[in-house]
């Protein structure tokens, strides 16, 4: 599989979901967990690699992340740097 690059990063919402878990103040760790109860299995370094960019995320983990955060899946791919 290719994998293509957004802005240098492979995934577009990595840094809108740090700035949302620095704001609900919880770790990568509580984070997977939070995951793993939505039924998506991701670990603190799976956590860590969105975050920097550094992996893909499909497109059920991204329902379940804005689930987790009560967000729209949408606020998840807005440009942070724009807000």
Same mark, same amino acid.
């Given at each position: @599989?290719?994998?293509?690059?957004?802005?240098?990063?492979?995934? /577009?919402?990595?840094?809108?979901?740090?700035?949302?878990?620095? !704001?609900?103040?919880?770790?990568?760790?509580?984070?997977?967990?939070? @995951?793993?109860?939505?039924?998506?299995?991701?670990?603190?370094?799976?956590?860590?690699?969105?975050?920097?960019?550094?992996?893909?995320? /499909?497109?059920? !983990?991204?329902? /379940?992340? /804005?689930?987790?955060?009560?967000?729209? @899946?949408?606020?998840?791919? !807005?440009?942070?740097?724009?807000?």
């Amino acid at each position: @599989m290719k994998i293509y690059l957004y802005n240098g990063k492979c995934n /577009a919402c990595g840094q809108a979901i740090y700035k949302l878990r620095q !704001e609900k103040g919880i770790t990568q760790n509580q984070l997977a967990a939070k @995951m793993q109860v939505e039924g998506v299995p991701l670990e603190q370094v799976a956590i860590s690699r969105i975050e920097s960019g550094k992996r893909v995320v /499909a497109d059920y !983990e991204l329902r /379940a992340l /804005a689930r987790v955060f009560g967000v729209k @899946m949408e606020e998840l791919l !807005e440009d942070v740097a724009d807000t």
